[in-house]
């Protein structure tokens, strides 16, 4: 009974973004899980480390053991480890390594591990892990600029979350649902469902993505033209990250900054705050935001006239690029 209690604990510490204690009781559970011969919980151990190395911003460290954790999944592992740790480590583990894969440059492997975790939930009969599934899915597809996927996974999270009471995935699912519904078509919809999400989210106790969830109000909020407003709710993504040092998202949030000052014709301010995301995105490793922020700074310099200035940032940054050239970031910057 240790292990579900560890894993317990990992979770509270992350859901309340208090990520250095997440991290410790991570490593204290993969180092126990380690000796013994338990599938289910190694899965868990390798899980509870690998995300919370994914939160803090080390997406290669994570990636490690991501590949630990699924490896050991599949037709071994055992039935009832849902039921043992409040949701399903082996298609959790899939769900998040996705995200971990598209951060490092891998969108199509991203689609075939969270592909498999939508294999895996439907021979389980756990509602949570399901509707939880739902919001991990959306948050993919969102990183990798499929919108209308996102407003469908969003919508069936909603549903499925709301009818067992489960609040967080609710409030979750809006989140997503209104960014999907902003960035498709109606703005300030889009924006009020954001704001509703983020409140019912915040009412939960839950802080951890908040980074995340701000960074998707402060992008609907420029391009609803509201970019004051988009300003503060980056304000508070950047407070966060210092208090909390959860840098999951912290190469987007200075892009972010970069794009809602050029909307203001700041261009020197927004040029400072694309090479500051570029800087981080290299800094840890994190190809998928590396491109974004090279792809936006190329288009600062091309529009200033310096089209070979442009040319030799992003054209190295491109090239690196082996799969996912139908995604609509790789199809931009080409």
Not at 149 to 155: E, N, P, S
Not at 199 to 204: F, G, H, L, Q, V
Not at 287 to 295: D, G, V
Request: with cysteine; glycine share 8%; charged share 20%.
């Amino acid at each position: 009974a240790t292990f579900p209690v560890l894993f317990g604990i990992w979770i509270y510490q992350l859901t309340r973004a208090q990520h250095a204690r997440a991290a410790e009781a991570a490593a204290d559970l993969l180092q126990r899980v380690q000796q013994i011969d338990d599938q289910g919980a190694r899965i868990a151990g390798f899980l509870a480390k690998a995300v919370s190395l994914s939160h803090i911003g080390r997406p290669s460290d994570a990636q490690a053991h991501y590949a630990m954790g699924t490896a050991l999944c599949g037709a071994a592992e055992q039935p009832g480890q849902a039921q043992r740790f409040g949701l399903h480590p082996g298609i959790c583990i899939h769900a998040y390594q996705a995200w971990c894969l598209t951060t490092l440059g891998y969108p199509e492997q991203a689609r075939r591990s969270t592909e498999q975790s939508q294999a895996d939930v439907e021979g389980l009969d756990h509602v949570y892990t399901h509707s939880r599934r739902l919001y991990w899915q959306a948050v993919l597809y969102q990183m990798q600029g499929d919108w209308p996927t996102v407003q469908r996974l969003a919508a069936e999270a909603i549903a499925v979350a709301d009818e067992q009471g489960y609040a967080m995935v609710v409030a979750c699912g809006h989140i997503m649902h209104g960014a999907a519904v902003g960035a498709t078509g109606d703005v300030d919809a889009g924006i009020g469902e954001l704001r509703e999400g983020l409140r019912a989210y915040r009412e939960t106790g839950a802080r951890f993505q908040r980074t995340y969830h701000l960074a998707l109000l402060a992008d609907a909020l420029g391009t609803g033209g509201h970019l004051d407003e988009g300003h503060a709710s980056l304000d508070q993504a950047f407070a966060f990250v210092e208090e909390t040092g959860e840098r999951l998202c912290e190469s987007d949030l200075h892009r972010l900054r970069g794009k809602l000052l050029r909307h203001q014709r700041s261009d020197d301010a927004a040029e400072a705050s694309l090479q500051e995301a570029l800087a981080v995105a290299r800094q840890q490793n994190a190809r998928w935001p590396e491109l974004r922020a090279s792809r936006d700074l190329a288009r600062l310099w091309a529009e200033r006239g310096e089209r070979q200035r442009a040319l030799d940032l992003l054209e190295p940054v491109y090239a690196w690029f082996t799969e996912g050239f139908d995604t609509p970031d790789l199809v931009e910057a080409k």
